[in-house]
């Protein structure tokens, strides 16, 4: 999982390592190197005194006047540097916007300081990358169980996304998943577009022993949803699953007939379900389906075989909602909740 960008990412902490550290001369002035070489040579001395003194180097360094030892981070060669992590970035799918905000975040975090010789370099680096990475995850996240529980009954769902993505199959995870948690749903086939949907969420529904609503290839969607709502009312069944059509987003007549659905439907959450191994594509897909019916909330599809993680990065900061889940795997128990130290934990593990 992410294997192509946590190497690129181990090559920019390398290439900042190795070319744009600079010596930092601790004191300016004559005075300051003087007390600079007098504090070194009692630090020596030291050394030789006790073979098992603790004298560490922030002694050294905080022995001097007005200056500090150790390295720092210049910006001549940081432009560079920078540049070669933007096309690594590009290349694992993440989007221009996020590439944007990293480089101007480490840019920030980066150029200038000074690292003193007790610290690991790789560690400081590494930890300037996380903070980057977080703060371009960092949108305000949805607890979805605690959703589910708080909200008023029946908790009304709403998935959409194109074909191909793993709509259908993260539809009857998040059934499973309600299931283990004691809660009763109801699935509305409302994807009329295509019949191979409706078959498909015949057999999940089977094997999950959750109730389907469906009619025949065709029929309105908005309908079937609506049956779906007034059965869960009458049945005192707690959340409604709406499958709908696996529209392109550049699709402007079926984009319409959605609006619909979600205007009859009224659902208390839209679910974006986006394949992770789109990239870029994902996120433009998130962005049209966002404009057109604002979607709450995303969950990204087959990340276990996702080597670049440029979609997972880009997703949320583009439409500024939240991914809720990940699908890791065929199972049904295969969907992981997703918040940002996930992310960060499988970057650099």
Do not use: C
């Amino acid at each position: 999982m992410f294997q192509a960008l946590r190497e690129k990412l181990r090559s920019f902490k390398k290439k900042v390592k190795d070319d744009i550290l600079e010596e930092d001369v601790p004191g300016d002035s004559v005075k300051g190197k003087k007390e600079g070489a007098a504090k070194k040579g009692k630090f020596k001395k030291r050394k030789k005194a006790g073979k098992g003194a603790d004298t560490g180097d922030s002694e050294l360094l905080d022995g001097y006047e007005g200056g500090w030892a150790g390295k720092k981070i210049g910006e001549k060669k940081m432009d560079d540097v920078l540049w070669e992590l933007e096309l690594a970035l590009m290349e694992s799918d993440v989007a221009v916007p996020v590439v944007e905000e990293i480089k101007n975040f480490l840019k920030k975090e980066l150029i200038g300081k000074k690292i003193s010789r007790k610290y690991d370099i790789d560690v400081v680096i590494e930890s300037a990358l996380k903070k980057a990475i977080m703060n371009v995850l960092s949108i305000d996240t949805i607890n979805f169980d605690a959703f589910v529980k708080s909200h008023s009954k029946p908790v009304v769902l709403m998935f959409v996304g194109i074909n191909g993505t793993g709509k259908t199959t993260s539809i009857a995870k998040i059934a499973y998943r309600l299931k283990q948690y004691g809660y009763s749903s109801v699935i509305a086939a409302s994807d009329t577009f295509r019949a191979g949907a409706i078959e498909q969420l015949e057999r999940h529904s089977a094997k999950l022993g959750v109730k389907l609503i469906k009619h025949q290839k065709g029929s309105d969607p908005a309908a079937i949803a609506y049956d779906s709502i007034e059965h869960a009312k009458a049945r005192k069944k707690e959340v409604v699953l709406i499958d709908t059509a696996g529209r392109m987003q550049t699709n402007v007549n079926l984009m319409d007939e959605m609006k619909k659905l979600k205007r009859i439907a009224k659902p208390d959450m839209i679910i974006f379900v986006g394949d992770s191994l789109s990239g870029n594509d994902a996120v433009e897909q998130a962005i049209q389906f966002n404009n057109t019916v604002e979607i709450d909330t995303a969950i990204l599809t087959k990340i276990d075989a996702d080597a670049k993680g440029g979609a997972a990065l880009s997703i949320a900061h583009a439409v500024g909602k939240p991914i809720i889940f990940v699908g890791t795997g065929q199972k049904y128990s295969d969907l992981d909740e997703f918040n940002p130290n996930w992310m960060v934990e499988r970057l650099f593990e």
